[in-house]
DNA sequence: TTGTACGCGTTATCAG
DNA sequence: CTGATAACGCGTACAA
């Protein structure tokens, strides 16, 4: 086999021009031990003149691997899904594997494109929040391992998250027992997504527990845009509650805003919390009081637990849940 | 519960089962209306069946193409790369490629790291801020398509970015002449990135416009934690400055802050503006004054451009700038 | 309409 | 220490 006329080199082009077999090529880049130290050399020069970097589609049809893991997220708002990426990418990387990541939101054809990620990739991880059926996880954890984030429906499936019943119940219980709230509401729709539903959970919890009457939720997504709709829900209401706990920061955020911008006291009048502890959360004025996640550590977490579960494919999936941290600011009503 | 064998159907399989070539099965999956709808059906069924996903590295193998972009961005942090990523992974999957992302921050072997990436990728998009050596990426230019983004130093290399200098000075115009600023400092370190280059060089023309003499910059990085020093130092500095153009929000923030907390009136003893509009600076209070970039429109553009690039690889490199918006809060100074 | 056979670029085994 | 060669799984001329 001859120089190629594409641009590309190949082993060929390398091999040839060494003077060597394209297995002492392949050797010198893989275990450069046990090639002979003045061949090393001339082939590393060769390698160098011309460029030569091996073809990963080749590699991994020969070894076998794709050395790379996939990441369906629905989006990339907020400082979450990032620090989840940022956090699994290192992970990743560590066992010199690369993250392909796929976005969901706006795509018609999810379950196609999560089928073709499942033949380029050694391992997936599937946030629960995105739009793909059963049927479809299924055919992807038939073929290699997959964990889903922030969703304990299926117990058959390995999941990571991170605490959301205890915290919610923590952070209700410190709205009524720390500062005397009795007509609390939960903003966000239980039913969107598992860690809301959870949340609102705790949310009853700490009601059951200081023997009150937990109000139905407000519903409401995690867009921005659904706070002045809730805000002047609850102004047009009379202000028949005293206090907010909102699903996330962005939501918390927006109500509060609007909130204050119609004059209502916060947190004298009323108590709003979050959840996230984004960074305008620590910046605007009361300070947002909300829940601190550990999403950087959860990413490499999880990738780490997909390396191991890459060497050993027969564990029993487990469950892992992360702690979470409250975050005392000023708009619960803390000095 | 459906376990991964390791052991997945390949096309050889398929055809097996459904009692036909290898050639029929790629044809079903690759052009339908080539094959009699009896055989298509039975085929379509066994696929199913076994849950078979052709191989992404053996077909990029045999179609000599990764139908794969790579991203090299530093980190992830802030809206920046995270709408940058938004944008571009939708015009890649647009044209049926997914994205590689490559996060360069806390990895001491970035020039390896993207030489092998290199070998898993039709094109590349290299942020002007990742610490990759020239030879390397001349390298990478050798193989495939190279996009530069907020970098224009080198114009033999297509690059895209926003506008940065006009901008700039638009921006510090408005703070000498709307609000009477005459002791203005920059915040940033020009040398540290070109965007940041070019903004304060936008930030000494407004001043030659003006016939002032623009002040040296105040060294710092994009990181929040640079922010109390800065502030210290404009306290301590007996405060002598009367504005503060800051290279990036979470600068600004931070200055913002400290500022306040040591008692001194924002906007009214000193003007402070940012670049990049994040989520908190339309929640702080005062609102922050600052530069709004079409990140995620420019992502999109750049993967539209990349295509392009892959279809006709002998156009000439062009110089891409989106323009951005001044948003005016009331930091400045703006009722 | 369907099947055969070869090429894609690398790795790894086994002789030499 | 080095070389020849067989996989790896898929797409596709070319034949039938």
């Known amino acids: 086999m001859v120089e190629s006329t594409g641009r590309r080199p190949t082993i060929y082009s390398v091999a040839d021009r060494a003077g060597v077999s394209i297995a002492t090529v392949s050797r010198v880049l893989r275990r450069p031990g046990e090639v002979r130290a003045s061949t090393r050399d001339r082939v590393l020069a060769v390698v160098e ?3 030569y970097v091996p073809d990963g589609a080749a ?21 979450y899904y990032a620090d989840l990426l940022t956090g699994y990418e290192q992970g990743a990387a560590e066992g010199g594997a690369s993250v392909v990541v796929l976005l969901t939101h706006g795509k018609d054809d999810v379950d196609l494109l999560v089928r073709r990620l499942a033949g380029r990739v050694d391992g997936m991880v599937l946030m629960g929040a995105v739009p793909v059926s059963t049927g479809t996880v299924a055919a992807v954890r038939a073929k290699l391992p997959v964990l889903v ?14 605490e959301n019943v205890r915290s919610a119940e923590q952070l209700t219980r ?61 102004v047009e209401d009379g202000l028949g509650a005293d206090g907010v706990v909102c699903a996330n920061d962005e939501l918390a955020l927006s109500v509060m805003q609007r909130l204050l911008a119609a004059g209502v006291d916060v947190p004298g009048r ?11 959360a620590r910046y605007v004025t009361p300070g947002l009081t909300t829940v601190s996640q550990p999403v950087r550590e959860l990413g490499r977490e999880v990738a780490v637990r997909m390396r191991a579960l890459l060497e050993d494919r027969h564990s029993a999936p487990e469950q892992h849940v992360l702690p979470t941290r409250l975050v005392l600011r000023q708009s619960c009503g803390c000095a």
Do not use: N
């Open 49 to 51: 003149e011309l460029g």
């Open 59 to 79: 590699r991994s049809l020969a070894v076998k691997s794709h050395e790379a893991h996939g990441l369906v997220l629905p989006e990339l708002r907020g400082p």
């Open 149 to 162: 984030l922030a969703d304990r429906h299926q117990v058959s499936v390995e999941s990571f998250s991170t």
């Open 174 to 234: 410190h709205l009524i027992d720390v500062h005397g709230r009795r007509t609390l509401r939960f903003v966000g729709s239980p039913e969107f997504a598992d860690d809301v539903r959870e949340r609102y959970a705790g949310f009853v919890a700490a009601h059951e527990a200081a023997g009150l009457v937990p109000a139905e939720p407000v519903p409401a997504t995690f867009r921005e845009d659904d706070g002045p709709r809730v805000a002047s829900l609850l």
């Open 270 to 280: 009323i108590s709003v919390t979050g959840w996230d502890d984004v960074m305008a």
